[in-house]
Every structure is written in C-alpha cells, then in structure tokens.
C-alpha cells in the first residue's frame, strides 16, 4: 500500500536546473523547516510565507529569515506523522479585516479536525485561545488517507479535501458513499451559521441520505487541489493506489456533484470491479501517470499565473513524492498534454503559491524552495 508521507529524507540541495523551453528554470531555496507540508499566504501578506510543519507548528517566512516563535502552536492537538499531523491552513479571503485563518489537522484520537482561528495584535502571532472548530470527521481504524487541504474558492466558500479513511483499496467504500463525509471534496459556508452554514446550491442539499457538504465525491486522497487564480477552474491532484496517479480538473461554471470515480476506477482504469466499472456519469481525469518509473504519490500544484517565468504561463504544475520529478501540464484541442520539467531529490510535500503568483515547492525533509527563471 502506497502512502504520500510514507518515507523520510534529509537531503537539501538548493538548486536544481532544467531547461525550459528558452528559459533556465531553477529551484532556489528560501527557507528549512521541519518537515514542511503547506506553504499559504494571506491577502496582502506583506512578503511573509506561512510555512506549516506537520508535527503541530506554522512558521513565517519574513524578510529571508523564518521568524523564531511560531505563528501558531498546536502540536499538543495533533497526533503525528505517517500521513497524520497538521496538515493544511488557509487564510479568509477577508483576512486583512477580519484576522481569520483555518487548519485541517488530525486529533489525538486519528479523527479529521477543522478549526478556526484568529490572529492577535501582533499580526506574526496568532490568538491560540481564539480556537473554534468547526468540523469533526471520523477517521477510525486506519491513519492514512486523511486528506488536507483547505482552500478558498473564487465564491468565497471553503474547500476541503478528505481522504477516503485509509488502509487500501477503500475497504468501506467510503468515497462512494454520499453519506459519508471521507473520500470528497466539501464545500461550506463560514460566514454563515454556527459553525458554518450548507450553500444551498450545493449539489446534495435536500437528497436523502447524503451530507450536503459534498461538493465532489468519488476521490481516494485529495492531498492538494488549487483553483486557478485567472479563470477559476479547480485542479484536483488525487493519489493513486497501485498503478496510475491523476488529475482532476473541473470548470469553474460546474455546479458540482461530479464523480471522480475510486474506487470503481484507479485514474482511467478499472479498480474494483476488474471489469465493467464504469456505470456511466464517472468524470475522467485530464492526466494520469503510472508508477512504473518509481513515482507513488501525486502531489497537486498549481497553474501558473505569476510574470517570472513567461514561458510557463499558463502550465499546471504538478510532482510526484516518491520519484521527486515535477511536471507542467498545459491545454491542447481535445486533451491536456504533460512533460517533465525537472528531475529533483525531493521528497515533494506541497506547492504554493504567493499573491504575485509565483510559485513554491516543500521538501518533507526540510526544504522549502521558490520556483524562479
């Protein structure tokens, strides 16, 4: 059984060069952290980076400098490593005003924990006792595939991304369970309602037996999805179990409700059952990657709009944990095309993007580095 945090390394290497097109596209390091799992900034950061460390921590990037006190502390809340921890964070889009920010992380007892917090007056500092949480999900039985993803959509509703509960082969079938929280991607309202509110145009609101969180189902681990800042369609990296790795892509006029397919499918290709898995109304993904060349874990990025890099304006950028190579994706008539951009000894936890656009990329071993020209 494959896992995405499944291996250690403590290799930093600070740059890696590949040629891209007619430009040289490198990774320069910024920062070392511990075991570093999502990179966020807020609206009108200030050039500051939040690092998230998965054993309980979020640290600033400032100036250069990673800033000695953490931003926030909550090791005590979480339990920790394999594919647990501290595990996302996202900043309201109203943050400038309103100072509040949210965390996905796993809680001593295994079980999927949203929470809300508030930063205090001095803004490298959060208000611990300002903790609020939103959202429980059940996680028995088995530690991985939690998830971990939170973003904020163009329709300022929150996104998170949950694991199908773990061990292989969703033995519960859980991603195909509408009333089963696991295995989706949810969609909430958090400034409405206590403690956040159902849009009422999402796609289950009033089917019996089905949580109208759910935005999407039919996904193993959505580890990281990103919407893209210009036209704001949402990419989806989903890992995979066995054999092939995927994306997802869906429009951002979809009203949701779609079916990404686990566990019938594995990417393109029958899971379970052998044969005539798909039944119809299945969503394909726009790519997918075998693990024959040693890949194991897909690791979402984003598509990049910055103004650094012309030559990959446009490209979905995306690795993989295990083989650390990392790719960019881009359109063509009738499909989505994929290459490889660099070949690297990372062991990629997760992208980020800052509010210029410009990318980043985590090492789980520590390093944290900026993707420039």
Known sequence: MLSILNKWGFLFL?????????EAVHLQQV???????TIAV?????????IVEQRGTIRIL???QLLSQPFLDVSGLVSCCGEEGLLGLAFHPNYSNNGLFYIYYTNTAGNIVI??????????????GSAFRLLTIPHPNFSNHNGGQLQFGPDGYLYIGVGDGGSGGDPNNNA??????LGKILRIDINHGTPYSVPLNNPFVGVAQARPEIWAFGLRN???FSFDRRTGDLFIGDVGQDSYEEVDWQLSASHGGINYGWRLMEGRHCYNPATNCNPGGLRMPILEYSHASGACSIIGGYRYRGAKIPSLAGYYIYGDFCSGQIFHAKPVPGHWTTSLLMNTNLQISTFGQDNAGELYVADLGGGVYKIVN
């Open 176 to 181: 195909q369970n509408l009333s089963a929280l």
């Open 31 to 37: 920062a070392t952290a511990n075991s570093p799992v």
């Open 14 to 22: 600070a740059f890696f060069f590949i040629a891209s097109r007619s």
């Open 222 to 224: 959505p580890w990281r």
């Open 115 to 128: 929470a809300r917090y508030k930063v205090s007056n001095n803004p490298n500092i959060a208000n611990h």
């Open 42 to 50: 807020p609206p009108n950061s200030n050039g500051r980076l939040f």
């Open 62 to 64: 400032s100036g250069g």
